[in-house]
């Protein structure tokens, strides 16, 4: 052509606005989903709170939906995702920091090629596999080797899994901010005459605190909402834990919030009654509690991106 | 290092602490190691217990209350079906919305709304997107109980964030440079991103994405919400017959006290459950490998 064509310009242009706001609906549709997700949540839980009161429902010590006499108290399912949760924090906390100092401080880099993969793969393996490996083996394992009476249904293995699963997650977002931390403050200290101990614990990981912190959040809150592991493996008794008796609050079944969810999702109330919509009701006090832990997350983490950027 | 030839001080700083960093380095490298060996010992037993039972015919029967008859069909081929449908919905939408924000969107309020968004999605539990799964399309749409569609579809919703963030890192990746000579040769903007751009990203979109589709395998606390069968005999013939998945499958045997159950069925469908996802995660990193040696 020895004329540029310019006849199509006006189609050309109608089309990149087309399209444009074709690409806009697609990135808005993630805020809908929020919305959606919100919205569906409500709409049950406000009629569920029609039927139950919510002071009831926050305050209440028995969860009984299905079996007389009927009681909607949440405390006992949140305590059992307290103990969860307690558990695999002692399980990933602190393997999860360790983990994230050998990679960043001591590791070769070639070490690091095949272990950060590898432990990428704790996070992969469905849940569902976790929750039937904690209910054959674990549960088993730590019976014959540990001199406790273990239910088969109990917190303890069920805290193990969920541990081991969020360790990548720690790890991963503990090592980015370690390795975010200036180099300049590693060569002071060496300067100065302190092992790589010292350097690690003293000075990487205090610089380093608030993307630590913020993994252990991140690390928690998903930990509260995992599901499959502690559906199958930590039973169905909600019941009010005694903190001051960490043999009782391990060793029995429990039931968090979320196993309490399947329950009520695999029986047979399908339907418009109190039991049906306390699913929403549950749902909804699991979807805030994570919510605003993502957000704390969320804001700590975006603060030491500002400090060593 | 002149410092550790042994002249330590008098009052033995530098042995102390020697010794305190050997430790330390070995208590780390054993935190790294637990999780990864313990794992490893879990996959090695039940990949021991699943011998003798993953056979042809386990993997072509329909479930039966007898151990020995049981089969795994209709979940893998449930399974196989909700994912083909997830991948039809997720990739376009991720697509679409990495572009958008990538290429298209301005640094401001509402574009870091929306990021901000997604990354909140993403923490969202699973069975939380269940009960909306359960509310919006089951309910509010009426497209059945535990139908295929709308297993696909509140699957979907839970990795479109995933793929999203995956799909703008790969468009992220695409050097300035080469959109710079798009434009410099007269090209639109949508040219520039469909001819240079997107050709671009793509292999790392896939990765990101078949990815995606390897946690969508194995999710399972959505599918118990929008009220799927654990339990199917045939196969799914349409978009609303309703499905089984293998990880619901293998949830609804793990509560059979049977041991054939136990250590011997459910081991089976484990297995089964973990060589898919490794094929997919497998055929995302030779896409990966393949795309490196490349540039």
Known sequence: MSQPDFSHDGIRTARGIAFRYLFMLCALLSILTTVAIILTLLIDAVDFFAQVSLVDFLTGTRWSPTNEPIAFGVLPLISGTLVITIGSALVALPIGLLTAIYLSEYASDRRRAYLKPALEVLAGVPTVVYGYFALVYVTPAIDAILPVDLSTFNALSASIMVGIMIIPMVSSISEDAMSAVPDSLRQASYGLGATKFTVSTSVVVPAALSGIFSSFILALSRAIGETMIVAIAAGQTPRMIDLTDPAGMFLDSIQPMTSAMVQIGTGDIVGQGPAYKSLFAVGLTLFVITFVMNLISELVASRYREVYR | ?295
Do not use: C
């Not at chain 2, 050997?22 to 011998?51: C, K, P």
């Not at chain 2, 839970?158 to 992220?172: D, G, N, T, W, Y």
């Open chain 2, 1 to 295: 290092m002149a410092a550790d030839t042994g002249e330590t001080p008098a009052d033995g700083f530098g042995r102390v602490s020697r010794t305190k960093d050997v430790a330390f380095r070995l208590l780390a490298l054993a935190a790294t190691l637990v999780g990864i060996v313990s794992l490893a010992a879990l996959l090695l037993n039940v990949a021991v217990d699943a011998v003798g039972w993953l056979d042809w015919q386990f993997l072509t029967n329909p479930p039966h209350p007898n151990p020995y008859e049981a089969g795994f069909l209709p979940a893998l081929v449930g399974s196989i079906a909700i994912m083909l449908m997830i991948a039809l919905v997720t990739f376009p939408l991720g697509v679409g919305a990495a572009v958008y924000l990538e290429e298209y969107a301005n640094d401001g309020y509402l574009t870091r709304f929306i990021q901000l968004n997604i990354a909140n999605l993403a923490g969202v539990p699973s069975v939380v997107y269940g009960l909306l799964g359960l509310g919006l399309f089951v309910g509010l749409f009426n497209i059945g109980y535990g139908s295929v569609l709308a297993a696909a579809f509140t699957i979907a919703l839970l990795i479109l964030p995933i793929v999203i963030i995956s799909a703008q890192e790969a468009i992220r990746a695409v050097p300035d440079s080469q959109r710079q000579a798009s434009y410099g040769m007269g090209a639109t903007k949508w040219q520039t991103i469909r001819n240079v751009v997107l050709p671009r990203a793509m292999p790392g979109i896939m990765t990101g994405t078949i990815l995606a589709l390897g946690r969508a395998i194995g999710e399972t606390a959505p599918l118990i919400m929008i009220a799927a069968p654990t339990t199917v005999f045939g196969l799914p013939n349409s978009f609303f017959s309703k499905v089984s998945a293998m990880p619901l499958q293998i949830y609804n045997w793990a509560s059979y006290p049977q041991t054939e159950f136990q250590y011997g069925v459910v081991a089976a469908g484990v297995v089964t459950l973990l060589v898919v996802l490794l094929t997919i995660n497998s055929i995302a990193i030779v896409i990966r490998n393949r795309y490196q040696q490349r540039t």
